[in-house]
């Protein structure tokens, strides 16, 4: 049952990336439409992310006060339809809201399976579940550009937001009835399964949030998170356009190329996963475990950026992306899986907290970057902005500490036995 659990995961993942990028490859089809700037195009990319930063913490509560159950479907329905919405924009304003809707719905999508995989998951599979379900979200993302262009190339740009809210919509559906907060509430879970887990998430405890503690704890991961989020953010919302507007590439050819960039961070999510459980089962520490592979990630990232502020050869330029993109992705699921370590009882509204960096990152990123490219007419001075925070994250990553743990309703109820 835990495996049928995380396939529902995955497919959330999956989707949401289809629902959140599919936007970058219809971009120069909407941008010609509707008329817009690159500045203006810019700011309508980065509508989805205003609401999903702030509705990260409160969203993680709601996973946590409520469960996981109710609450990621609900906001499926929301996102689904805000999808199919998009579709019928005739101009800024409608595009705009109908991104704002989309990041309302996914905002507490993330937490909220957070809280879920830290009631089914082991501890020692946590970044395993991390890294496989964020490996589909990146599958998503790569599987967009060209899924999206056929749709555009079949019928138009608007179709492809209409099939896709419709498939989000059934996601919706098909979570409500098949999955439960509580593990041993599910009909088909086994004794085995329910004996791997810790009495904490048999017994399903939502004490109150400790917020003090709590902002102490990750707050610093928080703005890891941002960094990370400022380059995906990048990948999410303007490669495709990089690749058109700086190669002058048509429709499927830079389909093709953002695909093969993205397709790199789907081997990255699922290796910086198995790799941080690796070293955390070898070495007993999780700040070995956790914080190695979130510093090596970000450095790497920004040494294979680098070359790409030099050199305009399109196979170069392509492998340096891929490779930076596989090193960024490696700290993925780490990011994610500390708020579990930090907060094992408060998994939802600590992930929103972390993740709230990455939103902020969404509103400022995507649009501040479509600023500087029309402001410079070049795409090396984003790109090295960009390159600036990987490297002022992976030096933040050294101050965080996933060894400091929240106490456990658990552990406390046993100590006071």
């Known amino acids: 049952m835990r495996g049928r659990v995380m396939l529902l995961l995955c497919g959330m993942y999956f989707i949401t990336y289809l629902d959140r990028v599919n936007i970058s490859t219809a971009a120069p089809y909407i941008r ?29 509560f709601l996973a946590d006060r409520f469960g996981p159950r109710k609450l990621l479907f609900l906001v499926g329905i929301l996102w689904g339809l ?3 919405f998009t579709g019928f924009a005739t101009g800024m304003a409608m595009l705009f809201a109908a991104r704002l809707a989309l990041g309302f719905g996914e905002g507490a999508a993330f937490p909220g399976a957070t809280q879920a995989m830290s009631r089914w998951l082991p501890a020692d599979q946590r970044g395993f579940g991390q890294g496989v379900t964020h490996a589909f979200a990146r599958l998503g993302n790569a599987v967009a550009p060209l899924l999206v262009a056929a749709m555009i190339v079949a019928f138009d740009w608007r179709a492809s937001f209409w099939v896709l809210g419709v498939v989000s919509l059934g996601w919706a559906a098909l979570w409500i009835y098949h999955y439960r907060d509580r593990p041993a509430d599910h009909p088909r879970m086994g004794d085995v399964e329910l004996s791997e887990l810790s009495q904490a998430q048999r017994a399903d ?3 109150p949030v400790p917020w003090g503690a709590l902002l102490r704890r990750i707050l610093p991961l928080t703005f890891v998170d941002f960094t990370y989020g400022w380059m995906l953010w990048v990948y999410l919302t303007w490669i495709p356009s990089f690749f058109a507007g700086s190669y002058g ?25 198995v790799l941080s459980d690796s070293l955390l089962r070898r070495t007993g520490s999780l700040r070995v475990a956790r914080r190695s592979v979130l510093v090596g990630g970000l450095l790497g990232s920004f040494v294979f950026i680098l070359p790409t502020l030099f050199i305009h050869q399109l196979g170069l330029v392509t492998v340096c992306l891929a490779v930076a993109f596989f090193f960024l992705e490696l700290t993925n699921p ?46 090396v001075v984003p790109f090295a902005v960009s390159a600036g925070l990987l490297m002022l994250g992976g030096i933040v990553s050294l101050r965080v500490d996933p060894a400091n743990k929240l ?10 036995t």
């Open 407 to 416: 106490p456990s309703v658990a552990g406390i109820a046993a100590s006071q």
């Open 205 to 207: 405890h939502r004490p």
């Open 82 to 84: 805000s999808t199919v």
């Open 249 to 273: 590439l048509k429709l499927t050819q830079f389909a093709l190329f953002s695909t093969l960039v993205l397709l790199a961070g789907v081997a990255g999510d699922m290796v910086g996963g």
């Open 32 to 60: 010609q439409d509707l008329g817009l700037s690159n500045t203006q195009l810019g700011l309508v990319l980065s509508a989805f992310a205003i609401p999903y930063a702030f509705f990260q913490i409160f969203g993680g």
């Open 334 to 379: 780490v990011l994610w899986s500390i708020p579990m370590d930090i907060a094992p009882d408060h998994a939802g509204t600590a992930g929103g907290l972390m993740n709230t960096g990455f939103g902020i990152a969404g509103i400022l990123s995507p649009a501040i970057f479509g600023l500087l490219v029309d402001q410079t007419g070049s795409w």
